[in-house]
């Protein structure tokens, strides 16, 4: 990508600067930068005390034989240990380490010393049921406590797992299941979401049928949620409540190598086939708990509260690894935002005072979609700072988020990273930064990235190009689980020693980074190459749109044509020919007569993967009348239909 033709968003210029409070308490402050710099792994080595060494590393990275990397070399540790049993033997066995909230509203709460009892006990039972270090254990469960015990039981055990988003099909399940060789599945009955129980167990037993004699599988581990009736497999298929509940709460965590794996996590395969991401667990968890500290200041007065599902990285980073690691309290909520009611999130924030709010752009664009008399009717004081990731945040939406949730006053860190660097790499720092709206702005203390051209050269201020990391960082991927030829080829090939993360961005004319999209998601119209954020982004800044996907389809005149699907806010009824003509005039205005949609179709829904994004690969297939291709990421099969009956029923508009 080049300058060549990508739109300028210099028009945003609004700047929002960190509260005098809070710039005068933080943790991080810009002093870490020059730190850092002057000392990039001595940085790294100081972050490294965040947490406990069983064995002290003798060396912070080899990078000798890249892009294979070693960090914190020699050293081991316990992941389990770290995030709960140190806390409770410095005395806080008291503090609550998760605020459970039902979706039906039931609420439980966890305190650290509750968790090291119920992971001992996991762990005990994984082992009974032949788990050894080394092993894979899958976990396919909706978001309720014991998927958090599960995973630190893994963690506790050396045994690597690989968390299989609840709303997957069992085929999704099976694929996982197979890369990895798991032994054990760890499920539940079902979960509650949208009011009602929804079953899990019969996926997992679809997921074996499936695989039949091939199948790694053991046994499957069931934790009683919904109390429906639930098919049980003798021999193979054994009850939480028989065999966790009571096993011992004793249990010696043992130290591994600080390159021991910790997870496969497989990408939200927004680009394509997922890839399964391997983390190891020193360096994954030095970074998580340095960026969890920095960028959400968190302090032990806090209450944090991250919506992503724990089948996605964030749900590993910040609801897992990154907040026990730093002994924090959190809110984790089983179900749906508007149920019982729209106003459900923001019940749940005065109900437990929370202070720092981490969520996806996706899901505030629904809550401007719903308005803002659902948040104003609410107490949201508490909050201090906020979060997004997933995606660009639109200004507008970050505006939006700002004045409505934030009450006009609470900084909002835009961070930008990926399942596969583990941990933040780019943000604002609430304390320092002065934001601006709709920009990750830059490499966080500690971490490299640029912005370079196809020769792999830095880009100035105010060009664009392809986003690179430029220097490993301690929460790197290891590799692709079983496949180096493809993490060597996916990541490292382009240019050599940048590590390539897919993503296109731009530099501002003070160097401030904004992304602009996947590099593979860029259109070319008539030789002009447009970044689908910004496109999306002028779509959403018009008041009567909620949320905006755009893609480029083959077009016999320019090559590529601009197609977006747009979904209306509630107050703007259903659309017709007239708003679309308004959006195309308003796009035109905002960028440039170039980048105005072809064709727009209102729709009632986006195709979107479990974390929230866009799938545009899918809308392609769509806008170029094709078949549609794998959706086996799609949060909610329904929607490519949906979609295409509203088409079909004339709710699209040709140029
Ligand atoms: P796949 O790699 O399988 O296509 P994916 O890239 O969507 O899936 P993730 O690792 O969950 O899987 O997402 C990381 C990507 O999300 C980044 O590469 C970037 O495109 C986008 N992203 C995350 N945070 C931000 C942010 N703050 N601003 C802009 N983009 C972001
Ligand atoms: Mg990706």
Known sequence: MTEQGISNLSNENRRFEPPAELAANANLTAEAYERASADRLGFWAEQAERISWSTPFTEVLDW?????????????LNAAYNCVDRHVEAGHGERVAFHFVGEPGDTRDITYANLKDEVSQAANALVDLGVKTGDRVAIYMPMIPEAIVAILACARLGAPHTVVFGGFSSDALASRVEDCDAKIIITADGGYRRGAPSALKPAVDEALAKLGDTSPVQHVLVARRTETDTEMTEGRDVWWHDVVATASTDHTPEAFDAEHPLYVMYTSG????????????????????????????????DVFWCTADIGWVTGHSYMVYGPLLNGATQVMYEGTPDTPTKGRWWDIISDYGVTLFYTAPTAIRTCMKWGEQIPAERDLSSLRIMGSVGESINPEAYVWYRDNIGSGRTPIVDTWWQTETGAHMMSPLPGVTSAKPGSAMRAIPGIDIEVVDDAGQPVGNGEGGYLVVTEPWPAMLRTIWGDDDRYKETYWSRWENLYFAGDGAKKDDDGDIWLMGRVDDVMNVSGHRLSTTEIESALVSHPKVAEAAVVGAADDTTGQAVVAFVILRESAGDGGQ??????????????????KPKRIMVVPELPKTRSGKIMRRLLRDVAEDREVGDSSTLADAGVMQLISDGIGAGKGDDD
């Not at 308004?582 to 440039?592: A, C, S, T």
């Open 64 to 76: 000798t034989k890249a892009p294979f990397a070693k960090w914190f070399v020699g050293g081991t």
């Open 270 to 301: 927004t680009t394509g086939k997922p890839k399964g991401i391997l983390h190891t667990t020193g360096g994954y968890l030095v970074q998580n708990a340095y960026t969890f500290w920095g960028i959400f200041d968190h302090k032990p007065d």
């Open 578 to 595: 007239e708003v679309v003509k308004e959006l195309r005039d308003h796009v035109g205005k905002e960028i440039g007569p170039i980048a």
